[in-house]
Each structure stands twice: as C-alpha cells, then as structure tokens.
C-alpha cells in the first residue's frame, strides 16, 4: 500500500503558494510536513482532502487517481483539519452517533480505537464543555469511522497537554503497526518523532529534511 503526490500546484492570483509538490509514502509510515505558518501546509492537506482544488499534480493511492475518483478517497482517507467540525450543543456520544452504527459504536468503545482514545471519559459531556485535547481526541474517533488506510493531520497535538499527546501518539503508534500512512503537519518535536520522514514546505517548494532533534537547525531552515 502506498501514496503518492505528484506535481501539485496551487495559486491564489499571483501568489504560488504550491510549486510541484511531489513525494512517497508507504505501509505503515509517517511522513511529517514541517514549514513556517502561512508556508502552504494546510492548504496541501485541504486539497488532498478534497476541501480544495489543486491548479494541477495528482494525488495517487496504489496507482489510482483520487482527485479524480472522490468516491475511493472518501473510503481511503480520513482528514482531520486543525479546527474541530463537532457540533459543539451536542454530547461526544451524540456527535459520535452522528458517524457511527450504534453497535459499532459501543464495540469501539470497549476494546477499540475509541477506547484507546479514552473517549469513554466524556461521553455524556457536550462538545462546548470539552477541553481542548478532548476535542482533538473526538475529532479523530469521528473521522477514523470508516477504518481509513490514509490518515491527514493538520497539527494533531498544537496546543495539547502531554496526556492527551500521549492518547493520540497510542493510536498513531497502533495506526501504523497496522499498515495505515499518516502525513502530517506540525511544529511539535514530539510529532517529529513519530515521523519516520520529514519534509520543510517553504516559498511553495517542498523538499526532503533530515530531522536530527536539532531545533535550531530546523528553525534556521524555516525563517
């Protein structure tokens, strides 16, 4: 199983925010996709998501075109964008119900990715009471639903204490023991990490980067 992004670009105007973004991943990998704010990250996440429209490339899944098939990339790819999209009246369980069949539901809490997420803690507790970590963890319960192979990660941990980093590098971890790819964008160490490459998105060029654990290294690399 693999993906592949091949010649992507993105204008708005006269700005080239995308220029030939090409790369590879394979089972069971993270590709993490490091660059300043405004550099273009979310935008690329947004199109391969579907949210947008590249000016051109293609974003490839065991050779097969999804910009052209949105079908197959609705089965194959979970998005989750650095904003939640929770219904914030609603309870975890209500907004869960909203994706899940009911039985699979309970079965996801009890043993699965639901229950390795620990969203068993707030189930009865509406979105606008919830923390910021927590809605982080219900968000990706809801997208995960459909067992994607490909997963998209806008900033996953930004902004999260370390219990609830820990809950969703768990699921990562499992996620890629079981062949799934992730690609995401972050600024976080910890998130570097669990990459197993990097990439630094910068002037809409994306190009391969060595992470070391050297942060001013990186930081020189982005300003």
Request: with cysteine.
């Amino acid at each position: 199983m693999s993906i592949e992004l091949a010649g992507i670009r993105k204008s708005y105007g006269r700005k080239r925010v995308l220029e030939n973004i090409s790369l590879k991943a394979g089972e069971g990998s993270c590709v993490g996709i490091l660059g300043g704010n405004g550099c273009g990250k979310s935008t690329l996440l947004s199109i391969l998501a579907g949210v947008r429209r590249a000016d051109g490339g293609a974003f490839l899944y065991q050779g097969k075109e999804l910009f052209h098939d949105g079908s197959l990339r609705a089965r194959v790819v979970g998005y989750v964008p650095q904003g939640d999209t929770l219904v914030e009246e609603l309870t975890a369980w209500d907004n869960l119900r909203l994706w899940y069949d009911k039985g699979v539901l309970k079965k996801e809490l009890d043993g699965g990715v639901l229950e390795l997420l620990g969203i068993s803690e707030f189930l009865k507790v509406t979105v606008r009471k919830l923390s910021g970590g927590m809605k982080k963890r219900l968000s990706i319960g809801s997208v995960v639903v459909g067992k994607p192979k490909v997963l998209l990660l806008d900033e996953p941990s930004a902004a999260l204490d370390l219990a609830c980093k820990e809950r969703i590098y768990q699921y990562f971890n499992q996620y890629k023991r079981e062949g799934g790819i992730l690609l995401m964008t972050t600024h976080d160490m910890q998130d570097m990490e669990l990459c197993d490459n990097c990439c630094l998105l910068k002037n809409g060029v994306l190009t391969p980067y060595e992470y070391d654990g050297d942060i001013h290294r990186l930081a020189k690399c982005l300003s």
